[in-house]
T-cell receptor, first 114, second 112 residues
Framework: DTAVSQTPKYLVTQMGNDKSIKCEQNLGHDTMYWYKQDSKKFLKIMFSYNNKELIINETVPNRFSPKSPDKAHLNLHINSLELGDSAVYFC?????????????FGPGTRLTVL | AQSVSQHNHHVILSEAASLELGCNYSYGGTVNLFWYVQYPGQHLQLLLKYFSGDPLVKGIKGFEAEFIKSKFSFNLRKPSVQWSDTAEYFCAVNSYGQNFVFGPGTRLSVLP
């Protein structure tokens, strides 16, 4: 059983389009995250959700909007895609928001904007 | 704010060579420390973690790391690398109430 799953694995789209990436975790974790990994492999947190509530939103353009329909899902919707949005997006989850907890990562979604 | 640095951007070794990847962090309080590995085209996987106790931590695949609090360091080691260890390695730190902060990563290339 996959602990953290993401769909799609690959996404190729044109500039200006709107797209969504879905994430689901079956670990019963309270907290879910979205990370962006750029072409230089640098990982940066975008959003953190705890029990369906946004608890952190780093400096991310408001074209990016996370949606958490329930504790097990955290989807990422991106409006008006730009070339610079091309990256690998990782979803992750952890049991809570405090320290002493590791994060479990999904397989990633490689987004290419043409 | 916390920050994590990794000394080496790209390390190239021959098989059977010993490995040490550096990691330093900036936060002065109690921290939890992690090393993640990302094999080509794959997601991040946890190699090992330190929360408390013995500062020498053993992880999967023969990796270990040593937490030296006075140096704010958590270096990753392996006595003898294999070609299959070729990957990107990320050091990460978190502390109570804080999100993970990842280092910039170190690419390891092991030549057969």
């Amino acid at each position: 059983d996959t602990a953290v799953s993401q769909t799609p694995k690959y996404l190729v789209t044109q500039m200006g389009n709107d797209k969504s990436i879905k994430c689901e975790q079956n670990l019963g974790h309270d907290t879910m995250y979205w990370y962006k990994q750029d072409s230089k492999k640098f990982l940066k947190i975008m959003f953190s959700y705890n029990n369906k509530e946004l608890i952190i939103n780093e400096t991310v353009p408001n074209r990016f909007s996370p949606k958490s329909p329930d504790k097990a899902h955290l989807n990422l919707h991106i409006n008006s895609l730009e070339l610079g949005d091309s990256a690998v997006y990782f979803c992750a989850s952890s049991p809570g928001t405090s320290g002493h907890l590791e994060e479990f990562f999904g397989p990633g979604t490689r987004l290419t904007v043409l | 704010a916390q920050s994590v640095s990794q000394h080496n951007h790209h390390v190239i070794l021959s098989e059977a060579a010993s490995l040490e990847l550096g990691c330093n962090y900036s936060y002065g309080g109690t921290v939890n420390l992690f090393w993640y590995v990302q094999y080509p085209g794959q997601h991040l996987q946890l190699l090992l973690k330190y929360f408390s106790g013995d500062p020498l931590v053993k992880g999967i695949k023969g990796f270990e790391a040593e937490f030296i609090k006075s140096k704010f360091s958590f270096n990753l080691r392996k006595p003898s690398v294999q070609w299959s260890d070729t990957a990107e390695y990320f050091c990460a730190v978190n502390s109570y109430g804080q999100n993970f902060v990842f280092g910039p990563g170190t690419r390891l290339s092991v030549l057969p």
